[in-house]
């Protein structure tokens, strides 16, 4: 299965830019998050990726042609779409007749039971939507996409509003079905669980602010842990947190990283000792000559006073 690459990706509203210049790629295999502040064009991405929202330069591709036209792209939306007053059977029957009218009935059922068995719904199939948990219910939303086997699938705020062991299982979930060899791609604000995925796409005012490991986000802003990205972030403009990460090695690692094996799953990290880093704000100047590593004391002594221009 191909690649996500989103190259050079920018869409403006009039004068106003959403995004502004976005190179990215997500590889078959990884469960990748979209994080930002409110306002930084998660929402105008996820639209643009699935080609509601037209591009006003670059271009968003799965392998060498348009996402559109590679297959169909499963989209959840934060608000679940059921009819609640149906069985879970009989929502997926409905929506497999509209999406998959060439199907006979009992490959529909099939398919059905199989999308149930994937997302751990088996045993509800017979309960109406209503009376489901609403972890339970964005299952079913996500079983409902599952039934087109779509290569890549996003969904806007999955885990909204449950508790941390529903979050957990359904992050989970998300990892697995990525592991199968589908891009996944999870617009989200909680950070318990960000150690499933594989890859963290933060975005500031329009503008890619980081693309990378989740282990590596903390450190790249300058915060204790994921939690403290966001505060982290308003201490620099936009403009800075872009034109660092455009510079910096991690960028172009990010671009030419290779997808994961085949089945490759992804795990959590060994804990380690939290370290900061500080993003230098762009600049012309050149870089400072190198410091020798040591230095005697009558060495050290001479530079003293020649800095305080002092003479022996």
Not at 109 to 132: F, K
Not at 291 to 311: D, F, M, N, V, Y
Request: glycine letters at 8%.
């Amino acid at each position: 299965m191909p690649s996500l690459h989103i190259d050079g990706l920018t869409v403006r509203a009039g004068t106003h830019t959403l995004l502004d210049d976005l190179r990215l790629v997500v590889h078959p295999g990884e469960l990748c998050a979209l994080l930002g502040p409110s306002g930084a064009g998660k929402s105008t991405l996820m639209k643009a990726i699935l080609g509601v929202r037209s591009a006003s330069a670059g271009r968003v591709q799965l392998g060498d042609q348009a996402v559109s036209d590679a297959g169909p792209v499963g989209y959840v939306p934060q608000d679940d779409a059921l009819h609640r007053v149906l069985t879970v059977e009989k929502a997926l029957d409905y929506s497999a007749r509209l999406r998959l009218p060439a199907l006979s009935a009992a490959k529909r059922h099939a398919r059905i039971s199989t999308v149930l068995q994937r997302v751990d719904l088996a045993s509800r199939r017979t309960v109406r939507v209503g009376r489901l948990s609403g972890g339970q219910r964005k299952r079913v939303s996500v079983a409902m996409e599952l039934l087109t086997a779509p290569p890549v699938l996003i969904l806007d705020e999955p885990t909204s509003g449950l508790d941390p062991g529903m979050e957990a299982r359904t992050m989970d979930l998300f990892a697995d079905l990525a592991q199968e060899g589908r891009i996944v791609i999870v617009s989200t604000h909680a950070m318990a669980s960000i150690d499933r995925c594989h890859v963290v796409v933060v975005l500031v005012a329009g503008k890619l602010a980081y693309a990378g490991p989740p282990e590596g986000c903390p450190e790249w802003f300058g915060a204790a842990d994921m939690n403290g990205i966001f505060p982290a972030i308003a201490r620099r403009a936009p403009l800075v947190w872009s034109k660092s990460w455009q510079q910096s090695s991690a960028a172009r690692a990010a671009l030419t990283r290779p997808a994961p094996a085949a089945g490759h799953k992804k795990t959590a990290p060994e804990p380690k000792a939290t370290a900061t880093h500080t993003i230098p704000t762009p600049s012309t100047e050149p870089p400072a000559p190198a410091t020798p590593a040591r230095q005697s004391a009558e060495e050290q002594l001479a530079a003293l006073k020649a800095k305080l221009g002092r003479t022996q």
